[in-house]
């Protein structure tokens, strides 16, 4: 069985692939981790930080067995996955539009961190992660919560990346968080291109599809700098896909703030659901941190509702 994130992995989508994996093999469910792409550069951190190798990278799993982690929905999948079989499905966003012919082992809790609950999987087991395993996912849990500062934390996740962090060794849990977060803010030398992909999701909303990635950032100062070099690649990306809005969260995860940088065919109409207007292709979100909780709904009201 394969196991794999979404698309543009991030360290959840990344370390949860792994540690589920992980489990499987442990009570005898032979699996292997796989990605959609190259880590993000704070994955890449963890996966160092962890002594771990990047797992295979794949997009296509056609006729392949597959468990899924960090998403719901077809589109955040490879182009072929209706031709996979799915096995289950391990997430903490809202349940998307992934439907199956079979019944299938769904694992979806309203928690900071889908790591949070593949850690809460060894349990139900009765295992326990490898240290470099649990080190993996106390990081995931990090990078997800904001260091248990955004809205999506809860106790289950606090409570997941302490006993992570005992079985992993990590002493300092708030040092091991500024490190890591100091590693996926290097983005001096990062062109813009690869920037507006970043941590990117494909949201379809009232037959619209909306691209928003995030960079969370210990400080905004070298994204605004590249602001227009970002501005001119989510316009050639838009008129490539097509898509409704092309946006960029630029997020401040000390000052707990988001500036969003957007292309649009109604910018204003996605500022207005945002509680916020545009000026300069930016508009501004006090105290916004996470997308899934206060960026999405928000915006599907705008366009459904």
């Not at 019944?103 to 928690?111: A, S």
């Given at each position: 069985?394969?196991v794999?994130?979404?698309?543009?992995?991030?360290?959840?989508s990344?370390?949860?692939?792994?540690?589920?994996?992980?489990?499987?093999?442990?009570i005898?469910r032979?699996?292997?981790?796989?990605?959609?792409?190259?880590?993000?550069?704070?994955?890449?951190?963890?996966?160092?930080?962890?002594?771990?190798?990047t797992?295979?990278?794949?997009?296509?799993?056609a006729?392949?067995?597959?468990?899924?982690?960090d998403?719901?929905?077809?589109?955040?999948?490879?182009?072929?996955m209706?031709?996979?079989k799915?096995?289950?499905?391990?997430?903490?966003?809202?349940?998307?539009?992934i439907?199956?012919?079979e019944?299938?082992?769904?694992?979806?809790?309203?928690?900071g961190?889908?790591?949070?609950?593949?850690?809460?999987m060894?349990?139900?087991?009765?295992?326990?992660?490898?240290?470099?395993?649990?080190?993996?996912?106390m990081?995931?849990?990090?990078?997800?919560?904001v260091?248990f500062?955004?809205?999506?934390t809860?106790?289950?996740?606090?409570?997941?990346?302490k006993?992570?962090?005992?079985?992993?060794?990590?002493?300092?849990?708030?040092?091991?968080?500024?490190?890591?977060?100091?590693?996926?803010?290097?983005?001096?030398h990062v062109?813009?291109?690869?920037?507006?992909?970043?941590?990117?999701?494909?949201?379809?909303?009232a037959?619209?599809?909306?691209?928003?990635?995030q960079?969370?950032l210990t400080?905004?100062?070298t994204?605004?700098?590249k602001?227009?070099?970002?501005l001119?690649?989510?316009?050639?990306?838009?008129?490539?896909?097509?898509?409704?809005?092309?946006?960029?969260?630029?997020?401040?995860?000390?000052?707990?703030?988001?500036?969003?940088?957007?292309?649009?065919?109604?910018a204003?109409?996605?500022?207005?659901?945002?509680?916020?207007?545009v000026?300069?292709?930016?508009?501004?979100?006090?105290?916004?941190?996470?997308?899934?909780?206060?960026?999405?709904?928000?915006?599907?009201?705008?366009?459904?509702g």
């Open positions: 069985m394969l794999l994130g979404h698309q543009n992995p991030d360290c959840d990344l370390c949860s692939a792994i540690g589920l994996a992980a489990l499987f093999n442990k005898g032979p699996a292997t981790p796989i990605l959609q792409g190259e880590p993000n550069p704070e994955a890449q951190y963890l996966l160092e930080q962890a002594g771990f190798e797992p295979e990278i794949r997009t296509s799993v006729g392949e067995e597959i468990f899924i982690v998403y719901s929905d077809w589109g955040q999948g490879t182009a072929d209706k031709q996979a799915v096995r289950g499905i391990v997430d903490h966003h809202k349940l998307g539009d439907t199956t012919n019944p299938l082992e769904c694992w979806i809790w309203p928690v961190c889908s790591a949070t609950i593949v850690y809460n060894y349990k139900f087991h009765n295992q326990k992660p490898e240290a470099d395993v649990a080190k993996l996912m990081g995931a849990i990090i990078s997800d919560t260091n500062q955004g809205p999506t809860t106790d289950i996740d606090k409570v997941a990346a006993e992570l962090a005992e079985i992993a060794g990590v002493a300092d849990l708030g040092a091991f968080a500024h490190a890591q977060f100091e590693a996926k803010s290097d983005i001096k062109p813009a291109s690869e920037l507006i992909l970043r941590d990117q999701k494909v949201f379809e909303m037959g619209e599809k909306l691209a928003i990635g960079l969370e400080s905004l100062e994204a605004f700098s602001k227009e070099e970002m001119v690649e989510m316009g050639q990306l838009q008129a490539d896909k097509g898509y409704h809005s092309t946006i960029v969260l630029l997020t401040d995860i000390n000052k707990l703030d988001t500036t969003a940088i957007i292309i649009s065919k109604d204003d109409k996605v500022a207005k659901a945002l509680n916020s207007t000026a300069d292709h930016a508009f501004e979100l006090p105290g916004v941190v996470s997308r899934k909780k206060q960026i999405i709904p928000f915006l599907q009201a705008a366009f459904e």
